[in-house]
Nanobody, 122 residues
Framework: QLQAFGGGLVQAGGSLRLSCAAS????????IGWFRQAPGKEREGVSY????????YYADSVKGRFTLSSDNAKNTVTLQMNSLKPEDTGVYYC?????????????????WGRGTQVTVSS
């Protein structure tokens, strides 16, 4: 199971921190990804992290603004979002996969948590 929390409403330029708590599988064996979906748009890959070694990767749209980290002792990943823009608005989902490729694509993930709403006002 995956549970995401930490969304909210923030002004442009502000920050939010999202967390994803995982249970029911061996955390270190999985890649944890974050995705977002704006109304009328497809689900977009934001970032992912290899739980085994903490290597993280980002979509170009968030590179330099978002930071993804993992706490393996707590089976939790945290997405720190800074310098938020209105276009970052959407429902954010965390997901898990044992695959090692195409990790910014939603179809690569097997397990999904419920989303959390992030709204950035201009």
């Amino acid at each position: 199971q995956l549970q995401a929390f930490g969304g909210g409403l923030v002004q442009a330029g502000g920050s939010l921190r999202l967390s994803c708590a995982a249970s029911g599988f061996i955390f270190d064996d999985y890649v944890i990804g974050w995705f977002r979906q704006a109304p009328g748009k497809e689900r977009e890959g934001v970032s992912y992290i290899y739980s085994s070694d903490g290597d993280s990767y980002y979509a170009d749209s968030v590179k330099g603004r978002f930071t993804l980290s993992s706490d393996n002792a707590k089976n939790t990943v945290t997405l720190q979002m800074n310098s938020l823009k209105p276009e970052d608005t959407g429902v954010y989902y965390c997901a898990a996969t044992s695959r090692q490729y195409d990790l910014l694509l939603a179809v690569s993930y097997d397990y999904w948590g419920r989303g959390t709403q992030v709204t950035v006002s201009s």
